[in-house]
């Protein structure tokens, strides 16, 4: 009798491991059945931008665009570039980094204040993500940014040229979401809670800590989640909800629901594999650890993330639209009960790096093409 009870007890743990296994890895968090294709008009609004970064539209129509060695430029509605706005932080252009993410704060109508994310040169040759902020004043077609100020500073820099994060989020209390990377060197640091690499940080506009983090022991108090690799692609859902995409080594890209407290993995959990083709940390899942809304294997080298809530394409209400890099496209996610069900790729063919997408007040798609001739484009119904 005891041996069957045993037995039957082996036998239910291992059934219960198994579902769990299962539920871990569930097949539909990747390879999305194809969802219906969207005919789209595309146009090239502008061009002639140096690896652009970051896209804003500011209330009169036009356009706040960041190219990635350091200038700041507006665009006229006719596609006209201003000269570089005036007063922008000294950042290192190196690699992946420089002048990165640019974002308006809620009250910029009356207090004309920007946000933006950069890498910032610190002592030894080392580097950090850092945000600043200022008052953007606009005089014509020329503008500049006065009283600029450094708000935020990574708690570890690093000398490399990698992995930077940079998005730059602001939620509904006032607080800034800003994500980070692993600097590409220093993956390990994404699993030490007591430093700025590797997370999702939650900041006041002074650039002290959100009353609203998890604070947990051994936690730096800016922290929201952690168990991050590359975050550059984020926003927020009607909800207050963050989202965001997170690039993966060799296959691993990822969708994101990051919340406060929780771990992300990275590394010890991916669905990547290194460059040499060597597994990374312990394989795609681990108690304790959040699994992916979504990945793509391979990777498209997702960068820029938008919810579309707009009127020109009324059948992607609630979708998310995401740029791909290496993969030169644009993902449309229908997302189902927190799942995504089905996946569009567009612009497909083109060869054209998307590195940042927006939704414009007009209901159009907006895009920046992150080249050394950039383009600002422009999607409508075809």
Do not use: C
Not at 62 to 90: F, H, N
Not at 140 to 148: E, K, N, Q, T
Not at 183 to 195: F, K, T, V
Not at 225 to 241: E, F, K, V, Y
């Amino acid at each position: 009798m005891r041996m069957a009870l045993t037995l039957t007890a082996v036998m239910t743990a291992t059934s219960m491991l198994t579902a769990q296994a299962a539920q871990a890895l569930d097949p539909k968090q990747t390879n999305a059945a194809a969802a219906p294709k969207t005919a789209v008009k595309v146009e090239t609004i502008a061009k002639g931008l140096d690896h652009p970064w970051g896209l804003q539209f500011l209330p009169d129509g036009r356009l706040l665009v960041t190219e990635r060695a350091g200038r700041m430029r507006i665009v006229a509605k006719d596609g006209k570039l201003s000269e570089p706005v005036a007063g922008i932080p000294k950042v290192v252009a190196q690699g992946q980094g420089g002048l990165l993410d640019v974002r308006l704060a809620p009250d910029f109508e009356t207090s004309g204040i920007i946000y933006l994310s950069f890498t910032e040169p610190r002592e030894g040759g080392k580097s950090s993500t850092s945000v600043a902020t200022g008052k953007l004043v606009i005089e014509g077609a020329s503008a500049r940014l006065i009283d600029a100020k450094v708000v935020f500073r990574q708690a570890l820099a690093v000398a490399t040229g990698f992995h930077f994060g940079s998005r730059i989020v602001p939620n509904k209390d006032g607080s800034l979401y800003v994500t980070t990377g692993d600097r590409g060197s220093m993956r390990d640091e994404a699993q030490n809670p007591a430093s700025h690499i590797g997370k999702v940080l939650r900041i006041l506009p002074d650039g002290s800590p959100s009353p609203a983090n998890p604070r947990l022991p051994g936690w730096a108090p800016e922290v929201w989640s952690m168990g991050h690799r590359n975050i550059q692609g984020a926003t927020l859902t009607p909800d207050g909800a963050l989202w965001t995409v997170e690039h993966g080594a060799r296959g691993g890209d990822e969708l994101n629901r990051p919340e406060k407290g929780k771990n992300y993995g990275w590394p010890i959990i991916t669905y990547g594999r290194d460059y040499s083709g060597a597994k990374i940390g312990e394989g795609q899942s681990k108690a304790g650890l959040e699994q992916p809304i979504y990945y793509w294997d391979p990777s498209i080298a997702v960068s820029g993330l938008a919810y579309y809530t707009g009127g020109l394409f009324p059948s992607w209400n609630g979708n998310f639209i995401v740029g791909g890099l290496a993969g030169a496209h644009l993902s449309r996610l229908v997302v189902e009960n927190g799942k995504v069900v089905a996946e569009e790729k567009l612009l497909t063919g083109r060869g054209e790096r998307i590195r940042d997408v927006r939704q414009g007040p007009d209901g159009a798609v907006w895009l920046l093409v992150d080249d050394n001739d950039g383009k600002i484009l422009r999607l409508s119904p075809g």
